[in-house]
């Protein structure tokens, strides 16, 4: 049976970067070796480095001034990394979910901390809005989308301040102004790559600000210096990344990307609004276009075991929703093909029938 992977992280990834990483595993770059087992110091993994910082440029319209690398540790070491390197008096946060909320306690650690606007009144069902951003802090904060509570930001907001942004699950999803932040963050295994990596994206000019000491994997201007090479960076999962940017190019990129992903989530959540045994849980005006949470509507909540065991036995895996908010969750990254929205919404719509 054909499953459709609506994996929330890691994800769903095209067979293009498949495919291409099982060849490299075989024999990178006519090395006659495998992708596992060359230096990273090797003339032809320093191209695959080089390739990847190109690519993001191109594929994200990134200016001039700004840097792109790589390291390991993730989104969350980037949570104590950013304050660590930009953090000298104050940080404003932006507080719309679990991963917000750990990058604003992590700032703590580092100075003065402020949650600037938050929706855990309402269990972070919807985005703040009509909130100020003082001018005096050294960055704000914001996670773009909440791929726990299924709610996005989809414009690139004026910041008095340099805007930092944690993109995990809607990099690439989506053209972006790149000039309007400071910096751009994320970790790879939701719609880039295998998990194990994290990019970072640095206006330079916001870099050596600080008067703390950093150490030296720290500090964001060693990473640059050595173009992702001071120490040893997760290769494999960089090749499975350059594979990725190659297939968005193949696909037209960010742009056309963005056509898709809105005419999948379009589908599913139409569906959703119709069919009398679901409803979504976030305020629809800050609906994710990447993660789609939904729970049985009042009347069929007895049903949701049933749901879960029906989708499954349809190919549909990874839907169950997060345990902070209970029912469904199909995460529609850009790999996931318009046809497994079309089987979800069939299942949805076979599952009412029944009912
Ligand atoms: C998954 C996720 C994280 C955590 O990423 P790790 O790489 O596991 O540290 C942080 N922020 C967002 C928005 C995420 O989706």
């Not at 190109?54 to 792109?68: C, D, M, Q, R, T």
């Amino acid at each position: 049976m054909k499953k459709h992977n609506f994996n929330p992280g890691p994800s769903i990834l095209p067979q293009y970067t498949i495919d291409k990483t099982i060849e490299a595993i075989r024999d990178f770059a006519g090395t006659g070796l495998s992708i596992l087992e060359v230096s990273h110091r090797s003339k032809e993994f320093e191209a695959v480095v080089n390739d990847l910082v190109a690519n993001f440029k191109e594929l994200l319209n990134i200016p001039e001034g700004y840097a792109v690398f790589f390291v390991g540790g993730g989104a969350s070491t980037q949570f104590f990394h950013i304050p660590y390197n930009l953090l000298e008096t104050k940080a404003g946060y932006l507080v719309t979910g679990e991963w917000a909320t750990r990058a604003y306690k992590e700032a703590k650690n580092f100075g003065e901390a402020v949650v600037v606007a938050s929706s855990e009144d309402k269990n972070f069902t919807y985005i703040p809005k009509g909130y100020t951003i003082p001018a005096d802090l050294d960055y704000f904060h914001i996670t773009t989308n909440n791929t726990i509570f299924g709610t996005e930001i989809l414009v690139d907001i004026d910041s008095p301040v340099p805007l930092v942004a944690d993109m995990s699950s809607d990099i690439f999803s989506r053209p972006i102004d790149v000039s309007k932040y400071a910096l751009i963050y994320g970790g790879a295994q939701k719609n880039l790559a295998p998990a194990g990596l994290t990019f970072v994206i640095v206006r330079e000019d916001i870099l050596g600000k600080v008067t703390r000491k950093l150490p030296t994997m720290v500090d964001y201007r060693t990473h640059i210096k050595n173009n992702s090479l001071f120490n040893t960076p997760p290769c494999v999962i960089m090749y499975s990344a350059l594979m990725t940017c190659q297939w968005l190019k193949q696909m037209g990129g960010v742009a056309e990307m963005e056509k898709v992903n809105k005419a999948k989530a379009d589908m599913l959540y139409a569906e959703i609004d119709r069919n009398k045994c679901f409803v979504g849980t976030v305020a629809k005006e800050d609906r994710s276009r990447m993660n789609v949470c939904f729970v049985m509507a009042d009347g069929y909540k007895e049903l949701e075991e049933e749901f879960a065991k029906f989708a499954s036995s349809k190919g549909m895996v990874g839907i169950k929703g997060h345990r902070s908010v209970g029912g469904f969750r199909a995460s529609l990254y850009n790999a996931l093909p318009l046809e497994s929205v079309k089987a979800l919404v069939e299942c949805m719509q076979e599952f009412e029938q029944a009912h």
